[in-house]
């Protein structure tokens, strides 16, 4: 299915000068619905940007507003709360439980959602995990299986369904289809143009242009630590390659 994606006016995350131990003075805004490509070689501060934005990096200074309120993540419950997500780059270190199920590995972000009177509630939480790996096309056996039974795509997905069951305003995403297969990625391509359809703001990291080229709207360009560049998304892989290397004027 085609997913008619077209990006508000509204803003939605506002940065000014954010700096922190590696980022210097970054400054951009991401719309309602918007893609938003973030572009760079290794070490130029691409996971940096959402581990600041995600409360695990302190911010030393600059200004952060997301729906048109300061926003300063103090932890990543905190981030979380005000709606912003994060899907790891490395998601068998920083994101999935190997050993616990499809089930924990999904809603462990949003289990509060499923308690009545104290008690987890098995079935709606059942219920909903499997509505959202249907929508994901994950192939599984049985929703109890361990993640580390998956695919290096299928535990991908699982990774991406426990966000968007939290249904974040903002989605950080660090190199999502990184490792993983062809048809995989396509999915998660799929997944992420229908967020952009339904509203959602998402920072896209990829160490692969066409990937950006494909998804994106706009590109973000970081060297050093520094924002060289933000593109259109007709922009080229030279053009892109070209303000990822080039020398830092002080």
Not at 41 to 58: K, M
Not at 120 to 133: H, N, T, V
């Amino acid at each position: 299915m085609g997913w008619d994606r077209r990006v508000s006016d509204s803003v939605l995350l506002s940065i000014e000068g954010l700096t922190t131990k590696k980022l210097k003075g970054i400054s951009f805004q991401l719309n309602r619905g918007e893609v938003v490509g973030v572009a760079g070689l290794v070490g130029a501060g691409r996971s940096e940007l959402g581990a600041a934005l995600f409360g695990i990096d302190p911010i030393r200074s600059g200004t952060v507003q997301l729906n048109g309120k300061v926003f300063q993540p103090r932890s990543v419950a905190h981030a979380m709360r005000r709606g912003f997500g994060l899907v790891p780059e490395d998601r068998k270190v920083d994101g999935l439980m190997m050993q616990m199920s499809l089930l924990e590995n999904g809603t462990m972000a949003v289990l509060p959602r499923f308690r009545r009177l104290g008690f987890l509630d098995f079935k709606r939480e059942a219920s909903a995990s499997r509505a959202i790996y249907s929508q994901l096309l994950l192939k599984f056996g049985s929703i109890q299986d361990p993640v580390s039974s998956l695919s290096g795509g299928n535990q991908q997905k699982v990774l991406l369904a426990r966000w968007l069951m939290l249904n974040p305003d903002v989605l950080f995403l660090d190199d999502p289809a990184r490792g993983i297969d062809v048809t995989a990625k396509q999915d998660i391509y799929s997944v992420i143009d229908q967020l952009a359809a339904l509203g959602t703001g998402i920072l896209l990291v990829s160490s692969e242009l066409p990937e950006l080229l494909r998804c994106c709207d706009r590109i973000l360009v970081l060297n050093d630590g520094r924002l060289t560049a933000t593109l259109p998304a007709d922009t080229t892989q030279e053009v892109i390659m070209a303000a990822a290397t080039q020398a830092i004027r002080s």
